[in-house]
């Protein structure tokens, strides 16, 4: 079925809108719920509670883009989770990933207001652009969507110091070009 069918049938108050998601994009909102907590349970948790989020969204949005839209919200979900259960040390696999990033992007208490977080992903958004297909996807599945390293580099077929030396290469050229934009980290 198509985005646009789906979407419909949301602002019809069908419950067929939420098989049909979950047909769609069950595997997608899992998988990023999954990078994310490593938890199996908390995954399925958090894909539930998106889809519960999405029938009370639509109506009144109607997203342009329902894939990525709906990534953004369990995505969402996932992050408050993680950070709800971050105090017992649950997950490991974010705070890998976060430390990664500290280096080049500050964090959410030094940037601080609103508009300097919009202009902070304007720069990032950018940069991103300016990358070829493939390093962009890499940079956003390990960032954005918290694919382990280990799968990057089986889907890649390199090895893993490679990896590391590209994903290091990525993120020494984010922190390059906001400094050039000035953003000081």
Known sequence: MEDAQIIELYWQRNEQAIAETASKYGTF???VAKNILSIHEDAEECVNDTYHQVWNAIPPQRPLKFKPWLGKIVRNIALNLWNK???QKRYAGMM???SEL???IPSSQTV???IEEKELTEHIDRWLRSLDQADRIMFVRRYWNGVALRDLVNEQGITPEKMSQRMYRLRIGLKTALEKE???L
């Open 112 to 114: 601080g207001q609103e």
């Open 85 to 87: 259960n971050h105090t």
């Open 182 to 184: 000035g953003i000081h």
């Open 102 to 104: 500290e280096d080049c």
């Open 29 to 31: 909102c899992f998988g």
């Open 96 to 98: 890998e990933l976060l």
